[in-house]
Structure formats: C-alpha cells, structure tokens
C-alpha cells in the first residue's frame, strides 16, 4: 500500500522502560568503556598493518557509520512491541538509500554483518508491500539524482553477494528468490549499456552517458547473481555467461588513451572505475591482471594533494571511493599514496564538520552543501575486507574459511549496539530538555 508502518527502538524490547535502560547505561559505563577500547585496539591492529594512514581512516570512520543506525521493531495495533520483526535503517531517509548501502557495507562485513541483512529487509519489505514489484531494485529514496535503476539494482546484488559470501547465510536470497531473480533478469538486459542513467556521482561526474564505471558495477553484479546460484546449486551458467562476454565487450567499449574513459566512446576522457573493486572482492574473476595493471597506472599519475578525482571531468573525490579505487590497485606503492591522500584531507583543518562524502581533492575543502556526517565513509575498510573470506561467525560455525593476520574481523557486537542506541535516546532527550 506504501504507507508508513509503526515501528519503535529495538532496545525497547530489552528494558521494561526508559528508566531502566538509562539506569543500565550508567551503571554498565566501565563495561562500555572496556569494549570500546578493546574494538579499537584490535581495529588499530589490523589496520595499522596497512598501513599507519589507513588506521586513522577505519578508526574515524567507526563512529560516524555506527552512530547512523537505528535498529527497530514493528508496533502492532495493541501497542505490543514484535522483536521477531527487526529491521535496521539509517538516518532519517525512510527506506534506505541502496548507494549508502552499498558504500557502507565494506564497514558492516567487518564489523557485524547480521547489521547488513537487517538492512536490506527494508528495501525487500518495501517492494513485496508497497505494490512497486518493479523490475529493478529500488526503494523511494530522497536522493535527487533518478532515475538510478541500474546503480541500485547492482548495489543491492553486490551487498547481498558479500552478505552470503562472509556469512554462509542464504536464507535472505532463498526467501525472495522471485525478487532477486527478476533483479539479475534486470542486469542481464542493462548492465552492458547504461544508457543516460543517471549514477549517485552524476552531481560530480556530469552523469556522462554510457558510464563505464556504472556499467561495471551491474556486470560485476550480474556474476555475483550466478556465483549466488551456483552456491544454491542451481544453474546460474547463462548469467555467468553473460557478465563474462559483457566483461569483454566493456573493455573495448571503455578504451581509453589513458586508462579505460569515462563514458564509451570518449577516449580523451578516463574514470578511476572503483567499481572493479568488486570483481576483486567478490572473486568474480572477469577481468584479467592488465586491466588492474593499467587502472594502477591512471592512479599513480592522477593523485592530487587531498585525494585522487573520479575521473577527468572534475576534480572532486569521495574517501570511500578513493579506498575502493586503492583495492583495485595492483602495487602497495600506489595504494598507499590514495590512502596517505584520503588521510591527510581528513587532517588538514579546513572543513569544520563532520567528514563529508564529497571534498575537492585539490583544494582540500567541502564543495558540495549537504553531504558531510554520512556513513557512506564506511566504504573506508574495503582493504580490511577485500580479502576476508567466507567466515561464518562463531555462532554458527559450520565451515571452514576464515582469515587471520590483518583481515580477522573486529566484531561490533549486539551489547555494542543496544549501547548506541540507549546513548541516542539519552541524547535526543537531554535535547528535549534542554
């Protein structure tokens, strides 16, 4: 029907009231304090093994994804709280915005992926209940830039791709098998040529036709949709056959004089492509060593004092895309001169806000009204991620898998969370009081 449906906090389903819960929080302080520095100091550790630069970026980041979600239950019409219905949103938007999703889920592998499937409930509640069955995936998002059918479309198969990867779980794939099968069907037709639509870049990229950077992502999506299916045990062959000849006809649609171009057909012109940090991530295999070879070249040419720009038409830049682009890069040289870049924006003084999405990677400084205190930037720990592995957390180990050494996950556990939210409700009500 697209109505609004009556959810409340999810912490209000483990006190008997708010008394209880601010009383928990205060007495649970040195408890608080203990796990926040034990998630620090193990982020430090496995991060500062990037490098020192990139530490600083995960470490930052942790608070302003985090702080982002409100995890909620449904309301019946008797006023009793359902904690079988969780689902988790970000910010204020309604139905989440599948590009924040997508930037963030690098943040939500690493620390606590069941935070990931919770969020992407909304968007597939949202297109069994409001009568918007549509082809692609979407949801009604605030953002300006539409329409963005192919963008969302990859970004919900690539969240949920890495969702089963690190947790062996396919229940949410296998529950909406008709949904996500429509959604490749999707992918299958559009991947390969965009077309005019627009991407959540367009503001900064001048929403160039034919985006090769967005193209990659609905092919790269495309494979992870018949891997998915092979993990079922089911035939995905005429997907995967499709991403691949698709993954040999954008290299030639995208060439460039340097690098691969922004749009087919434009030579003059390139993008850093960070998109094809997925192929790496997801194992999807279709792109071979001398695209990375050449992607790494166009980096190491291109990087500006605060950051290196999406591509040649601008020279704004978002962290988190600029940590996708250093997954991409085939040498720990160039890599760490895009992460020294993204750090010392964050540090040189001239934004005084929280950390924006969008900065001028040449200036150092916020051009773009709006887009700062977003947890797209959890896009950051795409290193710590990239190569994770399948594993299963410890309450439901029944695989193998698993890494160790830099890319053992930081767990951001369920007392972790109900303690953000308790300290939201604490904030928003000494607010009110105030």
Same mark, same amino acid.
């Given at each position: 029907s697209g109505t609004q449906q009556s959810r409340s906090l999810f912490y209000r389903t483990q006190f008997s009231s708010d008394t209880d819960a601010i009383s928990f929080f205060l007495n649970d302080y040195d408890s608080a304090v203990t796990s926040a520095n034990n998630f620090d100091s193990k982020l430090n550790i496995a991060a500062s093994q990037i490098?020192?630069?990139?530490?600083?970026?995960?470490?930052?980041?942790?608070?302003?994804?985090?702080?982002?979600?409100?995890?909620?239950?449904?309301?019946?019409?008797?006023?009793? =709280?359902?904690?079988?219905?969780?689902?988790?949103?970000?910010?204020?938007?309604?139905?989440?915005?599948?590009?924040?999703?997508?930037?963030?889920?690098?943040?939500?592998?690493?620390?606590?992926?069941?935070?990931?499937?919770?969020?992407?409930?909304?968007?597939?509640? !949202?297109?069994? =209940?409001?009568?918007?069955?549509?082809?692609?995936?979407?949801?009604?998002?605030?953002?300006?830039?539409?329409?963005?059918?192919?963008e969302s479309t990859g970004n919900m198969m690539i969240a949920t791709a890495a969702l089963i990867e690190a947790t062996g779980n396919t229940a949410i794939i296998s529950?909406?098998?008709?949904?996500?099968?429509? !959604?490749?069907?999707?992918?299958?037709?559009?991947?390969?040529?965009?077309?005019?639509?627009?991407?959540?870049?367009?503001?900064?990229?001048?929403?160039?036709?034919?985006?090769?950077?967005?193209?990659?992502?609905?092919?790269?999506?495309?494979?992870?949709?018949?891997?998915?299916?092979?993990?079922l045990g089911q035939d995905g062959s005429t997907y995967s056959d499709t991403a691949k000849s698709y993954a040999s006809q954008w290299q030639s649609l995208a060439e460039a004089s340097f690098g691969f171009a922004a749009s087919y057909g434009d030579s003059g012109s390139w993008s850093i492509c960070y998109n094809l940090f997925a192929d790496k !991530?997801?194992?999807?295999?279709?792109?071979?060593?001398?695209?990375?070879?050449?992607?790494?070249?166009?980096?190491?040419?291109?990087?500006?004092?605060?950051?290196?720009?999406?591509?040649?038409?601008?020279?704004?830049?978002?962290?988190?895309?600029?940590?996708?682009?250093?997954?991409?890069?085939?040498?720990?040289?160039?890599?760490?001169?895009i992460i020294s870049a993204a750090q010392d924006y964050i540090q040189n003084g001239k934004d005084a806000m929280p950390w924006p999405s969008i900065h001028d990677s040449k200036g150092g400084n916020a051009t773009v009204a709006g887009v700062y205190n977003r947890p797209a930037v959890g896009g950051v720990y795409a290193l710590l991620v990239q190569d994770l592995g399948s594993t299963v957390s410890t309450a439901n180990s029944n695989s193998g898998g698993g890494s160790n050494g830099s890319n053992s996950r930081v767990v951001l556990r369920s007392a972790n969370l109900v303690l953000i939210y308790i300290f939201s409700f604490i904030s928003s009500t000494l607010l009110c009081l105030a």
């Open positions: 490098s020192s630069n990139y530490a600083d970026l995960t470490i930052l980041a942790a608070r302003q994804v985090a702080s982002h979600i409100e995890v909620t239950v449904s309301t019946g019409s008797d006023g009793r =709280l359902n904690a079988s219905d969780v689902m988790v949103f970000m910010g204020n938007d309604g139905v989440n915005r599948m590009e924040e999703i997508y930037a963030s889920t690098p943040f939500w592998i690493y620390t606590n992926p069941e935070i990931l499937r919770l969020m992407l409930l909304p968007n597939i509640r !949202w297109h069994r =209940l409001a009568g918007t069955e549509t082809s692609y995936a979407s949801g009604p998002s605030s953002s300006l830039l539409r329409p963005k059918a192919l529950e909406n098998a008709d949904l996500y099968r429509t !959604w490749a069907d999707y992918l299958k037709v559009n991947a390969l040529i965009p077309g005019t639509q627009s991407t959540t870049d367009g503001v900064m990229s001048g929403a160039p036709s034919n985006d090769t950077n967005l193209a990659l992502k609905g092919i790269i999506a495309l494979k992870a949709y018949a891997d998915i299916l092979s993990t !991530w997801l194992k999807t295999g279709l792109f071979p060593e001398s695209v990375f070879q050449k992607m790494g070249s166009l980096y190491a040419s291109n990087i500006n004092n605060y950051g290196l720009p999406l591509g040649s038409r601008t020279t704004l830049t978002s962290s988190h895309w600029m940590v996708f682009a250093a997954g991409v890069a085939p040498d720990i040289t160039t890599r760490n001169l």
